[in-house]
């Protein structure tokens, strides 16, 4: 078994690891978080699971759920629940939202309302670039492992960043009709809280963004298993990372029956995973 040179890199501050459900992400996650507490006992180390069928407290017998919690030494971990986060965010930032689409829209309020509170595709990835915003502006942490959903969820997600800036800038310019007015009937336009809202909201996804192509600091690692399916579906997923320009430098294969095994049934086993 080959050690992964990223485990070995100074600048290390973000892995992600995703694949096939079922191909060993979590547990993948999990004994990376361990083997770098014991080999950099100075860094303080976050694990995060975006996968709804969270399994990272199992791994380390604990409940973790959506809150940060304390593992062992200098590890922490959370489980991101995306309908708790949005309610958060609704609380802190709703009204805001709201105004905004009131000035650059003709919908009414319970028009507004109605959207807002729909059920939006990719919410799980959404609130999830979302809070690993806030983590980055907290500084808090050295190393952040992320443990994603299957593949398919992980492919919106390394997708958000780009269409999250798209959205602030059609927000942006739905503001512009209410700066005009400002400008034409007061003289001039000061900014308010829509505005700082959207500054901050596009220099987080900024961020974000940044963060997942830095080959110095970052490190996507592909989990997979010695089967046709998981094999083919993680062929795809680096094609993606690449043409992203995410960082592929190692791949993990799990599973896989050594040699010396005596046992009829592994070395039959074997023989497969060697086709």
Same mark, same amino acid.
């Given at each position: ?17 995703? @694949?096939? =459900? &079922?191909? @060993?992400?979590?547990?993948? %996650? ?22 709804? %069928?969270?399994?990272? =407290?199992?791994?380390?017998?604990? #409940? ?8 062992? &030494?200098?590890?922490? &971990? ?5 309908? $708790? ?5 609704? %609380?802190?930032? @709703?009204? #805001? ?6 000035? &650059? ?15 939006? !595709? =990719?919410?799980?990835? +959404? ?5 690993? %915003? ?10 952040? #492992? ?5 593949? @398919? ?22 503001? $512009? ?9 007061? =003289?001039?336009? +000061? ?36 089967? !046709? ?22 791949? #993990? ?23």
């Amino acid at each position: 078994m080959q050690k992964l040179k990223f485990l070995d890199n100074p600048d290390l501050h973000f892995i992600l690891f995703g @694949g096939k =459900g &079922g191909s @060993g992400k979590t547990t993948s %996650a999990a004994a990376t978080a361990l083997h770098l507490s014991k080999n950099k006992p100075e860094k303080k180390i976050l694990i995060i699971s975006i996968d709804p %069928a969270h399994s990272l =407290g199992d791994s380390f017998d604990l #409940i973790i759920a959506n809150k940060t919690t304390h593992i062992a &030494g200098n590890i922490w &971990g959370l489980e991101l629940d995306a309908n $708790e986060l949005l309610e958060k965010y609704k %609380a802190e930032y @709703g009204a #805001i939202i709201k105004k905004i689409a009131e000035r &650059g829209t003709y919908f009414d309020r319970e028009d507004i309302e109605n959207f807002f509170v729909m059920s939006l !595709p =990719g919410l799980d990835e +959404v609130m999830a670039i979302i809070k690993i %915003a806030n983590i980055l502006n907290s500084k808090e942490y050295d190393i952040i #492992i992320l443990d994603t959903a299957p593949t @398919g969820h992980t492919t919106v997600f390394l997708s958000l960043p780009e269409k999250m800036e798209k959205w602030v800038e059609v927000a942006d310019m739905m503001m $512009e009709k209410h700066r005009y007015m400002a400008r034409r009937f007061v =003289g001039k336009y +000061v900014k308010d809280e829509c505005d700082e809202f959207l500054e901050s909201q596009k220099n987080d996804v900024s961020k974000v963004k940044k963060l997942l192509t830095d080959s110095k600091t970052t490190e996507f690692v592909p989990v997979t298993i010695p089967e !046709p399916m998981s094999i083919y579906e993680v062929e795809r997923l680096v094609q993606l990372l690449e043409n992203d320009r995410i960082p592929v430098n190692s791949v #993990i294969a799990n599973r896989i029956i050594m040699q010396d095994n005596k046992c009829n049934f592994c070395l039959a086993r074997k023989k497969e995973q060697e086709k």
